[in-house]
C-alpha cells in the first residue's frame, strides 16, 4: 500500500462473499481514519492485519462491527501508538464464532480498546487469547 494514503474508512466493508482478507505488513503509518474498515462483512471469517502501525489513528470505532462469522483476528505486532480516542463498537456484533485474537507483541493497546475486546470476547467462544509481550497504554 502507498504509505501517503491515510484514510481507510470503510474500505473492504460490506463485501458480501469474501471470506479472509490479508492486508499484514501493509504501511499504515500515515493512517488516521480506519472506521469500519472491515465492519459489515457478514461471510468474513478471518483478518489479518498483523504489522500494522496505528500510531497516527485516532478512532477504530466499528472496525470489525457487524462481522457474524468471524473466527480469527491477527493484530499481531500493531502498533496501537496513544492516540486512538474512540473504540465505539471495534468489535461490536461480532457474533459467538470468535475464537481466535493474536495481540502477540501488540503495542501500546489503550485500556479502552482492551475493555471493548475483551467484552466481546465475553460473549464468544474464545478458545486462545495470545497477547504475549504486548503493552497497555493509559486512557488520555
Given amino acids: 500500500m502507498n504509505s501517503n494514503?491515510?484514510?481507510?474508512?470503510?474500505?473492504?466493508?460490506?463485501?458480501?462473499?469474501?471470506?479472509s482478507i490479508n492486508l499484514s505488513g501493509w504501511d499504515t503509518?500515515?493512517?488516521?481514519?480506519?472506521?469500519?474498515?472491515?465492519?459489515?462483512?457478514?461471510s468474513l471469517e478471518s483478518v489479518n492485519i498483523s504489522g500494522w502501525n496505528l500510531s497516527n489513528?485516532?478512532?477504530?470505532?466499528?472496525?470489525?462491527?457487524?462481522?457474524?462469522?468471524?473466527?480469527?483476528?491477527?493484530?499481531s505486532n500493531v502498533n496501537f501508538g496513544n492516540n486512538i480516542g474512540d473504540n465505539g463498537d471495534s468489535f461490536g456484533h461480532v457474533g459467538n464464532?470468535?475464537?481466535?485474537?493474536?495481540?502477540?507483541?501488540?503495542?501500546?493497546?489503550p485500556e479502552a480498546v482492551l475493555r471493548a475486546w475483551g467484552q466481546a470476547a465475553k460473549n464468544t467462544?474464545?478458545?486462545e487469547l495470545s497477547m504475549s509481550t504486548f503493552t497497555v497504554s493509559t486512557d488520555s
Avoid: C
Fill in 5 to 19: 494514503v491515510t484514510n481507510l474508512k470503510l474500505l473492504f466493508s460490506s463485501i458480501p462473499n469474501v471470506k
Fill in 29 to 42: 503509518s500515515r493512517v488516521t481514519n480506519i472506521y469500519a474498515t472491515f465492519g459489515h462483512d457478514k
Fill in 57 to 75: 489513528a485516532k478512532s477504530i470505532a466499528s472496525l470489525f462491527d457487524g462481522d457474524s462469522n468471524l473466527s480469527n483476528i491477527d493484530l
Fill in 97 to 109: 464464532k470468535l475464537s481466535n485474537v493474536n495481540l502477540t507483541n501488540a503495542k501500546g493497546i
Fill in 125 to 127: 467462544k474464545a478458545t
